[in-house]
């Protein structure tokens, strides 16, 4: 028998042992996907709506005037909030806010409407808390915009009554306009950048989590002299050994791109396979950084906690919600040693951006590293540890 036939034929002995071997511990893979899959579905139900509308404020009316009350009625025709108490008192509101029970409490004072219809400066003042930074960006947002909707309303009026034509006030009020026009992402959807990019991260969570699970309980539990045995040599056992895991997680993967952008028919406007590709690369990346760390840890509970190290925080460095020229250059740095980091970014290149293909070349290159470089280590350490166990790999 050739040297080929001989490792082929390794390869398929040791794949049949991990086949036996999930079938013994079935329960264990079985419970591990079911997590992760209601993890993921939870994810995506929580930002089902997309948008957030319906936030809860409170109005003070110190003025109670028709103005007033249509400035009132403007705030809760915006779909972003929706006033569910009117107070009579600042202290009031702030205790509300400090309950959470209300995000904002916006004060009309006396004489708004008088101030108004005089041409004197009316002041609405709005208090709002900036822990949650998300609402509070969207109510500010929505607040300014009906101000200035009844500001225009008011200055036009007031323009209009003193000679002008609309056309003359509207140009007086306004004679620079800008047009702010949204090129990616133009629905504004949350989910379409946070379930997107929170399923790969889960899912390499899983990925690095299981492949030092399953590799680690060989050293765990002294059977590496029997896994090695089933094999030509250490590349064909390592090889048999993620296969599984590899075939498990593209499963997943390709039903969450199918998920995505064929049930809920989001639109990709740039190249699906290349996605494919940079989502097959992630999980071989991190497969083999899982080999990594169980070939360097003493003890599986230390390589499950780099494991955890290293992923858990990847999609807060990945530049999705916190933009990572704005992070620290340790922060920058340490966001590049993160291989769903390159995926995220190829994703929103390909998916939202529609970006050339050779604009996302870069980040499969990323991919490729991350396999490449840290195999011949992890094997070497792996012939090292077994040798120390008295087998020859």
């Known amino acids: 028998m050739n040297k080929v036939s001989k490792h082929k034929t390794g390869f398929v002995v040791a794949f049949k042992r991990e086949i036996k071997d999930y079938q013994r511990r079935s329960g264990e893979l079985i419970l591990s996907v079911t997590i992760l899959l209601i993890s993921m579905f939870i994810v995506a139900w929580i930002f089902s709506s997309g948008t957030l509308t319906d936030l809860p404020v409170a109005v003070i009316d110190q003025d109670n005037s028709s103005v007033s009350r ?47 219809k005089t041409g004197r400066q009316a002041t609405v003042v709005a208090w709002h808390s900036r822990q949650f930074l998300t609402i509070s960006g969207v109510l500010s947002k929505s607040l300014r915009k009906v101000t200035a909707t009844i500001s225009a309303k008011v200055e036009m009026t007031s323009l209009t009554k003193r000679g002008d034509t609309s056309l003359a006030a509207n140009v007086k009020y306004e004679p620079v306009k800008s047009e702010l026009r949204t090129m990616f992402n133009p629905f504004q959807n949350y989910q379409y950048f946070l379930v997107a990019g929170l399923w790969p991260a889960m899912l390499q969570i ?14 765990r539990d002294n059977t590496s002299a029997e896994w090695l045995a089933s094999a030509s040599n250490v590349y064909a056992a390592v090889a048999a050994k993620v296969l599984p895991v590899f075939i498990i997680a593209c499963a997943i993967g390709l039903g969450c791109l199918a998920w995505l952008y064929g049930v809920e028919g989001w639109p990709i406007n ?20 899982g080999v990594f760390a169980a070939a360097f840890a003493p003890l599986m509970a230390t390589a499950l906690s780099f494991a955890v ?8 460095y990945a530049g999705i919600t916190f933009p990572q020229h704005a992070m620290p250059v340790l922060a920058q740095l340490w966001a590049y040693v993160m291989p769903v980091r390159s995926l995220l970014r190829l994703q929103v290149e390909q998916v939202e951006i529609g970006a050339p293909v050779s604009n996302s070349m870069p980040e499969l290159l990323i991919l490729v590293t991350f396999i490449l470089l840290p195999i011949p280590f992890a094997f070497r350490r792996i012939r090292i540890r077994c040798e120390a166990s008295g087998i020859s790999a």
């Open 70 to 116: 249509a400035y009132v009625r403007m705030l809760e025709a915006t779909p972003e909030m929706q006033i569910i108490n009117h107070l009579s008192s600042p202290a009031q509101g702030r205790e509300l806010l400090e309950q959470s029970s209300i995000y904002a409490f916006v004060l009309i004072p006396e004489d708004f409407g008088n101030d108004l």
């Open 206 to 219: 899983f990925v690095m989590l299981w492949t030092v699970f399953t590799v680690g309980r060989e050293f």
């Open 270 to 289: 740039g190249s699906l396979s290349l996605l494919i590709v940079g989502w097959a690369l992630t999980i071989g990346a991190h497969i083999v950084l």
């Open 309 to 316: 190290f290293l992923t858990a925080p990847a999609y807060a």
